[in-house]
């Protein structure tokens, strides 16, 4: 429940945010769980309902936003969904879904920050993509394609976006012990009785880590 959502990428930034004296806003389809982490993160935090792939919503999101706290002069792009399942057997619905959270729910963020971000003379767009978008994994087609596609939006918008002072980058992690990867993959390293598949540190990812670099 909420002790493993407090574990999550999105929940450690927004508290690392805080604790560095900023405000924000935290959207989310669940939103029990995502006004908890704002309430406990006291009056430099809100909610307010964010499905990334509408439009609507995050109109909304940043109006929410505005009125609350000013304009935003930064967007973490932190939702994603992981489907998994043999290649063979992919849906197009499974592409298709993946593709518009983790790829078109970056598109629409960055796109509805926009015109707060120029007015403020710039800002910072950081889209949380993975080491899945830069290399296959068996089993999760559907999710490395995503997050491939998310990767090559923040370049794109980096490129045009320079102009208005808006820096767009993307990070890249690799096993994060986070409730979307449900555990297996602190399971699968952990209990591994080859050390060669922990990483350097010899442990993986903790959300907090990845919420640093953001």
């Known amino acids: 429940g909420n002790c493993r959502f407090a574990r999550g990428i999105g929940a450690a930034t927004a ?3 805080v604790a560095g004296g900023a405000s924000v806003v935290i959207g989310d389809m669940r939103d029990d769980l995502g006004r ?3 309430e406990s993160l006291g009056p430099a935090a809100g909610y307010v309902h964010l499905d990334v792939t509408s439009q ?3 109109r909304r999101a940043v109006e929410f936003a505005q009125k609350t706290f000013g304009d935003p002069d930064t967007l973490v792009c932190n939702a ?3 489907l998994s399942g043999p290649f063979e057997k ?3 619905e499974d592409f298709r879904l993946a593709f518009e959270t983790n790829a078109m729910g970056a598109v629409h963020g960055i796109q509805a920050v926009l015109d707060s971000m120029r007015a403020r003379g710039g800002g910072s767009v950081v889209i949380v993509s993975s080491v ?3 290399v296959g994994i068996e089993g999760l087609s559907a999710y490395c394609t995503s997050k491939a596609a998310n990767t090559m939006i923040a370049r794109c918008a980096a490129i045009e976006l320079a102009q208005y002072n808006i820096r767009v980058n993307s990070v890249h992690p690799s ?3 986070t ?3 449900n555990g297996a993959a602190a399971a699968s390293v952990v209990g591994s009785a080859s050390p060669p598949d922990l990483p350097p540190l010899g442990r993986i990812a903790e959300a907090e880590d990845v919420a640093a670099l953001i």
């Open 15 to 17: 508290r690392r945010i």
């Open 36 to 38: 908890a982490v704002a």
């Open 56 to 58: 609507d919503d995050w």
């Open 80 to 82: 994603g969904i992981m």
């Open 90 to 92: 992919a849906a197009p």
């Open 132 to 134: 899945a978008g830069q």
């Open 175 to 177: 096993k994060v012990d």
């Open 179 to 181: 409730p979307m990867s």
